[in-house]
């Protein structure tokens, strides 16, 4: 016997040995799986609880349903899991229901739980939820139990099903990064695939069916707006969508603070009021550590809102739209709103005007403002007596908050005796010691954090984020808030808005007053950015940047605690969630809350002008497309036919029988190709015979023929002889079909 025979029968006669004897494999690699799978969607529902608290209690509720699975698993009938399952999911949402606050309780309805639920699986972050602690914690135990009580039983595919459900449910929500879908969908085919090889004994044979698919769903979900909603941004744009210039005035569900930005000089609405004000769009009330998440539903504004409960001035605002807008900017606090858009406003949880529907160009509004008016010395004297709703959602922190950090605020607020004073001295400090820039890197970790210690300078989103971090590590109740500065006077009564006037600010509350703003960011350097950038606008000569009555230098106003007016204040430029600003170049750049947050490729302040790379979310996608591809090829068999077609290209030398063996190994790939493949007990010899005799070589395809017969059973065969088959079987793949036949 040949060395190489004898290689192929020991190769063939191994056997696991010692503790790989009782390894149960299917078993192995679904508990793999369903570990993979597990850690995907719950730590995605984890990451939940770690921004609104309770992540201890989550960790506790799934190591408990994990071990109930396992104990109970061995001898408990499906039937009863499955109503063990229902029980915990009917349990966990009575008490999410129990968790809600008595305002959204008395708006529940059926309906309204159905819409929260298709909104959930379209895009809405669990993030937006009231209690999305409580509903993480209430929701996870269910899949978690029923998947490993599954795995137990040895219903792999089913434990897949269960647990891919799961995490099918926070990758519709956007909740889930790219990381988490890519491990979670391994995981699942894994699973499947124990479940075939339990069964067959086949092992992975079958799992690229399913990886193939769940592959398509991923690329799929990750490219369509519908499916992961808030994460990523269609492939064909919603033609009745605002235009990207429109959309800087759009306020979403969240923001993402973001590296360096830009600002844009178009103008967006003209204000006719008797007084000037910051206008504001929309107020956010959970912070995660990166970003700004507005809670809560909105309801149809039907009837005239209450006001501040403390004392205020009214204000009559006219808008007009001199851009489709999709927001209604309004003086805080907005009560009544008159005009055609009255009929799809709707009112969010934080009292801020929604436009169901963008705003065409000329179209009016005319909201009316109560707005707070208290003097400082009244701000002093207000005491802490908070109402609960006002705690419950302005004090939250996620657990990224350091303890430097709520160090600093202690230092920087102790000495002050009232909630008042510690908003002055943190917004004074902040003022102070940073410098404004729209040029800096994304912050790395959480914002506050990062802008205190390791930056030196920001722009209006880092001062905003870490003032109200700081004051609501002192207990005090504070609001990151987005809409617009006063904008350009144009006579008394009348003020024009652009893209530039863009902002961010804070709001503290204030028991018997209310929301009062504060405005941390340092106003020269914001002003000076601001008519620069209109001016060379002007002078470029772009479109969109005077209406009737501007073409004149801006004087922006500011707005101090209590409503009134100061002209030494500056303001801000913010792009709001899912806009573009330019700067003081005129070049765009992706706004707060754009998937991923990237700068455009070459942006001002990147320092190259290299293109960007992808985002870890792109990638990731990626990568799940070419494992899709791959899966999908070798169901197809495309796969085996491409590694036959590069398997004959080259022919690496060794000594002449192993020439001889590999010659008439590609020579038989060939045959395969070209006619069929070598049946069940046919020697190559009677296989070349007949499908290549007088065809395709004729005697030459004999001769590599018996001198592999010789090379592999006989004497050997002589380095010529050997030459000789490596020479012909390399004219033979050289005059083949072109790529395309081994394909088809």
């Not at 209430?138 to 978690?144: E, K």
């Not at 306020?251 to 993402?256: F, G, K, L, N, P």
């Not at 590296?259 to 008797?274: D, H």
């Amino acid at each position: 016997m040949s060395a190489e025979r004898r290689r192929e029968s020991d190769a063939s006669n191994r056997r696991p040995v010692g503790w790989l004897r009782r390894v149960d494999r299917s078993r192995a690699l679904a508990v793999v799986g369903l570990a993979a799978l597990t850690w995907a969607y719950v730590g995605v529902l984890w990451r939940v609880t770690t921004v609104v608290g309770g992540s201890l209690r989550f960790g506790v509720a799934v190591a408990a349903a994990l071990a109930l699975a396992v104990i109970v698993g061995r001898f408990v009938e499906p039937r009863v899991a499955v109503g063990v399952t229902s029980g915990l999911l009917i349990a966990g949402f009575g008490a999410y229901l129990l968790a809600l606050p008595a305002s959204q309780l008395a708006v529940l309805t059926p309906e309204r739980i159905i819409d929260d639920t298709v909104a959930l699986l379209t895009g809405l972050s669990v993030l937006r939820l009231v209690g999305a602690g409580v509903w993480a914690t209430a929701i996870t135990p269910g899949p978690v139990f029923l998947s490993w009580y599954l795995g137990v039983r040895r219903r792999y595919g089913l434990a897949a099903a269960a647990g891919g459900i799961a995490l099918l449910v926070v990758v519709l929500t956007g909740d889930a990064g790219g990381v988490e879908t890519l491990v979670g969908t391994l995981g699942a085919t894994l699973a499947a695939a124990a479940a075939t090889g339990d069964r067959h004994g086949t092992g992975l044979a079958r799992a690229d069916v399913l990886t193939a698919v769940l592959a398509a769903m991923i690329v799929a979900s990750a490219t369509l707006s519908v499916v992961p909603g808030a994460a990523s941004s269609p492939i064909l744009p919603d033609r009745d969508s605002p235009t990207v210039e429109a959309s800087l005035v759009e306020a979403t569900d969240s923001v993402e603070v973001v590296g360096s930005i830009r600002l844009s000089p178009s103008v967006r609405f003209t204000v006719e009021s008797q007084g000037a004000d910051y206008w504001e769009t929309a107020a956010y009330d959970r912070y995660t550590g990166d970003g700004w998440v507005r809670t809560g539903n909105t309801r149809a504004y039907d009837r005239e809102l209450a006001g501040p409960p403390g004392g205020a001035r009214t204000l009559e605002q006219t808008v007009t739209a001199e851009d489709a807008i999709s927001v209604l900017p309004a003086a805080w606090r907005p009560v009544s709103l008159d005009g055609d858009v009255a009929a799809d406003a709707a009112v969010t949880p934080q009292g801020n005007l929604r436009s169901e529907r963008p705003l065409a160009p000329g179209e009016r509004y005319t909201v009316t403002s109560r707005v707070p008016n208290a003097t400082a010395d009244e701000l002093r004297r207000a005491g802490t007596d908070y109402p609960d709703r006002v705690t419950d959602a302005y004090l939250q922190l996620p657990e990224s908050t350091t303890d430097r950090v709520r160090e600093r605020s202690a230092a920087v607020a102790g000495d002050a005796e009232t909630p008042y004073g510690k908003a002055v001295a943190i917004e004074e400090h902040l003022e102070s010691e940073k410098e404004y820039s729209l040029s800096v890197p994304a912050p790395a970790g959480d914002v506050a954090d990062t802008f205190l210690f390791e930056r030196e300078a920001g722009y209006c989103t880092y001062y905003a984020t870490t003032m109200v971090v700081m004051l609501r590590s002192q207990g005090v109740p504070a609001r990151f808030v987005t809409g617009y500065t006063p904008g350009e006077a144009v006579g008394d009564d009348r003020r024009v808005v652009r893209g530039l006037d863009s902002h961010a600010w804070v709001e503290v509350y204030v028991p018997d007053v209310g929301w009062v703003r504060f405005d941390p960011t340092p106003a020269g350097p914001r002003e000076t950015a601001e008519n620069t950038r209109l001016t060379e606008a002007r002078q470029s000569g772009e479109a969109d940047v005077d209406v009737e009555g501007t073409g004149g230098s801006t004087t922006p106003i500011a707005a101090g605690p209590g409503g009134e007016i100061d002209v030494s204040e500056g303001v801000t430029p913010v792009a709001v969630n899912g806009s573009n600003a330019t700067d003081a170049a005129g070049n765009e750049t992706p706004a707060l809350g754009q998937a991923g947050g990237e700068r455009a490729p070459g942006a001002a302040g990147d320092g190259s002008t290299l293109p960007s790379l992808p985002s870890t979310r792109s990638l990731a996608v990626g990568v799940v497309a070419v494992i899709g591809l791959v899966a999908g090829a070798f169901r197809t068999e495309a796969a085996g036919r491409i590694v036959g077609l590069l398997s004959v290209q080259l022919q690496r030398r060794r000594d002449p029988d192993a020439d001889a063996v590999r010659a008439y190994r590609r020579l038989a790939v060939l045959l395969e190709r070209r006619y069929r493949p070598r049946r069940p007990g046919e020697t190559p010899r009677a296989y070349v015979r007949a499908v290549a005799d007088g065809r395709f070589g004729g005697s030459e395809v004999r001769r590599v023929v018996e001198r592999y017969e010789r090379a592999q059973y006989g004497d050997g065969v002589s380095a010529a002889e050997a030459e000789t088959s490596v020479a012909t079987v390399d004219r033979l793949v050289r005059s083949s079909t072109p790529v395309v036949r081994w394909l088809r």
